[in-house]
């Protein structure tokens, strides 16, 4: 009886851990960048195309996952585990751009198999409170890694800094081994096929434009302080508020039954993820700080809701995974639509890039709202499945 409540615990602990693991590198990119120019001489202009490339890796795999569905086995999400390990020991190997490249994208394609295979697994029985602990997880590991790595840095050197990074894969391999069935996970795929409502298509839609927009400020958010002349320390200072701050938020919208009403949220919240491009000012550092909190509040919020709601909108397995996929899709489409938006109206194409995202992620939550109130089924997957088809439409309403 003890055993199987230990397996139990750890089955518990190994799958919100799992799918941390497999987002947490957007949450440490800025320090993951500056080891590895410092350990690989990597020059500063190509960190934005090793992200690119990265988080491309990480849209393909977990679309893979996506399409494959039941036909992907588990020790095939572990062998991707295992490369991920391997790409992020080579890493601190790589020289020159296209050797760190090539290992990026490979690294990016596993995790974002191992992301998309747990998310989706774990998100069925609770979608809201999945992703929430999920979010919140992610956002105190962030933080973690990017207080402690500068300081390892300095006592071990970039390079042994740069190789503990490993350590997120490697967690990734023992959480997927207790995950398998030897060990009384749940490793088994289950494949239910059955209509998805457009409620669900719109909630996922404004998930990927959410995350869209939220990587398109996040991406430029240094950029605009610099050219703003708000110094480093304040910068650094912004993110570690807001990271604390978004970790809270997670763990306050964890619940199934949701307080305020989705379109309000997500309402409230574009106007957070915005304000950094307006309130980004020179001689107004405090409200950059601000901005960040308020770009952090919002994105966290807005995007458990939509994806929560998302998942429990159908039974259908893939579609499920499906909304795990839009959230490695808008890290990457974020910074794409930022950077055609920069090039051609400068600056001020920043605010319309963030315009156009929020404006469909609104509308995607205005159809959902619209279209939900009737449509949506019970959900199979958790205990109570009335309760939480009934919580989905009055979220909606």
Aim: net charge positive; with cysteine.
């Amino acid at each position: 009886m003890i055993r199987v409540e230990t397996r139990s615990v750890l089955v518990g602990i190994a799958a919100p851990l799992v799918a941390s693991l497999g987002c947490l590198q957007p949450g440490i990119d800025p320090v993951f960048l500056s080891l590895l120019t410092n350990a690989s001489h990597i020059p500063t202009a190509a960190h934005g195309t090793i992200v690119g490339v990265t988080q491309a890796g990480a849209a393909l795999g977990s679309l893979a996952v996506w399409r494959l569905g039941p036909a992907l086995p588990h020790r095939a999400v572990l062998g991707a585990a295992v490369l991920a390990l391997c790409a992020s020991l080579l890493t601190t190997m790589a020289e020159g751009l296209t050797a760190a490249l090539t290992v990026r994208a490979a690294y990016g394609l596993a995790m974002g198999m191992v992301y998309a295979y747990a998310m989706a697994a774990y998100a069925r029985r609770t979608p809201n409170k999945a992703y929430g602990a999920v979010f919140l997880i992610q956002l105190v590991l962030s933080t973690l890694v990017s207080l402690v790595l500068p300081e390892l840095e300095i006592s071990v050197g970039a390079d042994a800094a740069l190789g503990l990074l490993a350590l997120a894969p490697a967690l990734a391999v023992l959480s997927l081994l207790v995950l398998g069935p030897a060990n009384g996970g749940s490793a088994q795929r289950i494949d239910v096929r059955s209509a998805v409502p457009l409620a669900g298509w719109a909630l996922a839609g404004a998930t990927f434009w959410f995350i869209c927009a939220t990587m398109l400020v996040w991406s430029f958010s240094a950029a605009l302080a610099t050219t703003a002349g708000i110094d480093n320390q304040t910068i650094g200072r912004a993110v570690a508020l807001g990271s604390i701050v978004g970790a809270l938020t997670a763990a306050a919208v964890m619940r199934e039954r949701l307080v305020v009403p989705l379109p309000l949220t997500a309402l409230l919240a574009g106007i957070g993820l915005a304000s950094p491009i307006v309130l980004t000012m020179p001689g107004a550092d405090g409200l950059f700080v601000l901005s960040i909190v308020a770009l952090n509040i919002g994105s966290t919020a807005i995007i458990i809701r939509c994806s929560g709601l998302a998942t429990a909108t159908s039974t259908d397995s893939r579609f499920c995974t499906f909304v795990a996929c839009t959230h490695t899709l808008g890290l990457i489409a974020g910074p794409l639509l930022g950077s055609v938006m920069m090039a051609w109206f400068g600056t001020a194409g920043l605010l319309g890039g963030v315009i156009f995202a929020l404006a469909a992620g609104l509308a995607a939550v205005v159809l959902a709202a619209y279209t939900g109130v009737s449509s949506m089924p019970v959900h199979p997957f958790k205990a109570d499945a009335g309760k939480t088809a009934s919580q989905v439409r009055m979220a909606l309403d």
